[in-house]
């Protein structure tokens, strides 16, 4: 999984992404109006794993893993005659976005509009983002109905409903809305999938705090689908960051009344906003988490593995990773009849241990 950290400069993007990532970028950087990209790939934290590797004492251990991007160059303006092509498709790739949103007070750091607003910081890069999409639909209305008009009225019946769900997209995006919020099916948000529209990503809102602990509902509403706020102390937790000693981070967690940290926080709540769980595979080579759409069916998780898997699925050997922890060994998972034998239509669950067996 892709996340892109955007917000306007120095919300304290660059700040955040080093809190989720224990990297040490250079923050208060001048990048305005400078399109700029950083990454970097974390491990997802997983008790489960953790476990099962203590179990299994394999040769090698996979954690699920996301990659964050620190996207700088957002604001008021950025997409009039359209996004240039490199930051589009950086913004059009990621799966979801983690919104930075600055909500501390400081003398030092000038805020780009002269004062703290969340409310209206986050509606100019919204702003920017519908303008975006609209500029998409409408690219593609005329792309289709030029081709419509050339070629002749035959292909009008094979686009009408691509048309149809454009204009309703089109009227729901002059209406200020995100596409978020627009009612889509799974075959439809498939097929759409290629145009990367911005609206239509998930997005975890971080109101950056500073150093007070504040209400995060109370500094802004957000009333979208697929979307999440989230306060966060930027500056404390990049520094909690740094710390490598558990200790010294259990100690400076309890001073400042931290009881989760935000890097595991961030993944949590991007987890529940995208949809996504993990399955495990196990074995004394190694023991791995898989990341896989809440519903994917026993095929689906075989493919996230390889698509040989997928392809030549024949059924799935399913066990529950508590039952194999309770049982000590899959041996006896399979003595108490704890382990079942699964078709292409199972949908697997969230910590289930799959075995696929399949033939190509
Ligand atoms: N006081 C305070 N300053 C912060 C906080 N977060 C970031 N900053 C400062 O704000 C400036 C901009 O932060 P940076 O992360 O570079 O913002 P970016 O432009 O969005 O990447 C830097 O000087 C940071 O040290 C915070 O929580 N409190
Ligand atoms: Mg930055």
Known sequence: MRLGIIGLPNSGKTTIFNALTGQKLETGAVTTGQFEVHTAVVNVPDARLDQLIALFQPKKATYATITYADIAGLDKGI?????????RNELSQVDGFVHVVRAFESDIVPHPYGSVDPARDVSIIDGEFLLEDMATVEKRLTKVRDEIRI??????????????LLERMQAHLEAEKPLRDFELTAEQEKSLRGFGFLTLKPVLIVLNMGDEAQDPDSLLTYPHQHSAIVGLQGKLEAELAQL???DDVA??????????????KVIR???ELMGIQSFFTVGKDECRAWTIPV????????GAIHSDLQRGFIRAEVMNYQDLLDAGSEAEVKNQGKMHLEGKDYIVQ??????IKFNV
């Open 269 to 271: 709540l991007s987890y």
């Open 244 to 246: 490598d000693d558990p």
């Open 251 to 264: 100690m400076f967690m309890e001073e400042y009344g931290i009881t989760e940290l935000s890097r595991d």
């Open 295 to 302: 519903g994917a069916t026993a095929p689906e998780a075989a």
């Open 350 to 355: 969230d910590g289930d241990i799959v075995h």
């Open 151 to 164: 070629k002749g009225k035959k292909l009008e019946a094979q686009y009408a409903d691509e048309i149809a």
């Open 79 to 87: 997409s009039e005659g359209g996004l240039k092509g490199q930051f």
